[in-house]
Every structure is written in C-alpha cells, then in structure tokens.
C-alpha cells in the first residue's frame, strides 16, 4: 500500500506530498463529516497546513481543528 502521494493540496494552492490518515484523524472525519470509508482520504503534508483530501476529489476537502498538528 502506497503510504504518500503527490497531489493538489486546495489550501496550499501548490503540488504537496500527502500521507494517509492516522487513526484519530479518521475517526475525526467519521464523527464529523458522516465518511464511512477514509480508506481514500489523505492528509497535506506541507507544515503548518491541515488539509485533508479525498484522493480522487480535490474538492471533497476538509480542514481538521487546531490540535491535530504534524508531528
């Protein structure tokens, strides 16, 4: 299973890698935005940006709360 890509990340405006979801940010979207499936969904990698994204939508994104900072 590929663990980073290189897509468009919408609040970054630029090409950024992208890592899958940890556990809580999963069960973070689940909670919050009805995603039953986060399989797909990855997250900004770039510092400071929270931006997670469905792979194949650019436009299915969210911005998870302070908190869920990149270690």
């Given at each position: 299973?590929?663990?980073?890509?290189?897509?468009?990340?919408?609040?970054?405006?630029?090409?950024?890698?992208?890592?899958?979801?940890?556990?809580?940010?999963?069960?973070?979207?689940?909670?919050?935005?009805?995603?039953?499936?986060?399989?797909?969904?990855?997250?900004?990698?770039?510092?400071?940006?929270?931006?997670?994204?469905?792979?194949?939508?650019?436009?299915?994104?969210?911005?998870?709360?302070e908190?869920?900072?990149?270690?």
């Amino acid at each position: 299973m590929t663990t980073e890509v290189k897509r468009h990340c919408p609040t970054c405006k630029s090409e950024e890698q992208h890592r899958h979801v940890t556990p809580k940010e999963s069960h973070w979207l689940r909670t919050e935005h009805d995603v039953t499936f986060t399989n797909d969904w990855w997250r900004c990698k770039r510092e400071g940006c929270r931006t997670i994204r469905y792979y194949h939508a650019e436009s299915q994104n969210h911005q998870l709360p302070e908190g869920f900072d990149d270690d």
